[in-house]
């Protein structure tokens, strides 16, 4: 099953002799199941790629298409979770309120949507900080818990960009050990971009970025 691919897909931003090249050329097909790291330097545009993938970036040239997943307006696909970077927790609410929010605004049920969190939760490791505020949590904590939010509405396709960029290696290593456990609890595949080749090596393909193009070796099981 494929839940993506770019075909021929380029992104610019600008125009003229100032435009940017965030993506030239790109062709690549994501499997289910896939766990693949995306690495990089700063600029190299690992994280359109991923927007792209996620149908948040409209291609400049070329298509992306999510041959398995479901369809949803305005083109973009349904079954995609992603995690950020940087603090992505609504400050006001607390642990299970935000891990809840994505089922809310789908329109489920209030109780039934704290259920799921609360399973979500336990997943991650975190069940036991549902009350809490998210200034009241750790840097790897918030990560964990925004990788519950993804969770809990079952993706097929998990796109993390550079969860592990703030945190010290210790909390690096836990917040890849619980992504990629529980996406493998949940059948979903990872696409993760990372500067750290640590984080890279605990994947099963490596691809790299320069200048907006992509190489994938071609031994990679996911290409």
Do not use: Y
């Amino acid at each position: 099953m494929i839940v993506a691919e770019c075909l021929e897909v380029s992104r610019s931003f600008g125009s003229g002799r100032t435009a940017v090249a965030a993506a030239a050329g790109v062709n690549c097909q994501v499997a289910s199941l896939a766990r693949i790291a995306v690495t990089g330097p700063s600029g190299s545009g690992k994280t359109t790629l991923l927007h792209l993938l996620a149908g948040i970036e409209i291609p400049t040239a070329g298509s992306v298409r999510w041959p398995d997943l479901p369809a949803r307006p305005l083109g973009r696909p349904g079954g995609i979770g992603i995690v950020f970077q940087g603090p992505s927790l609504i400050p006001g609410f607390d642990v299970i309120e935000n891990v809840a929010l994505p089922m809310l605004l789908a329109g489920q049920d209030e109780d039934d949507s704290a259920d799921e969190a609360r399973v979500a939760l336990d997943l991650v490791g975190m069940g036991g900080f549902a009350a809490k505020l998210p200034d009241e949590l750790s840097g790897g904590q918030s990560q964990r818990v925004a990788i519950a939010r993804v969770l809990v509405t079952r993706p097929a396709l998990i796109l993390a960009d550079e969860p592990t960029g703030q945190l010290d290696h210790g909390n690096a290593n836990r917040v890849v050990t619980v992504l990629l456990e529980t996406a493998t609890a949940i059948g979903a595949a990872v696409v993760l971009s990372t500067h750290d080749p640590v984080v890279a090596a605990r994947l099963d393909d490596r691809w790299s970025m320069a200048d907006g193009r992509l190489s994938i070796p071609l031994d990679s099981s996911a290409s």
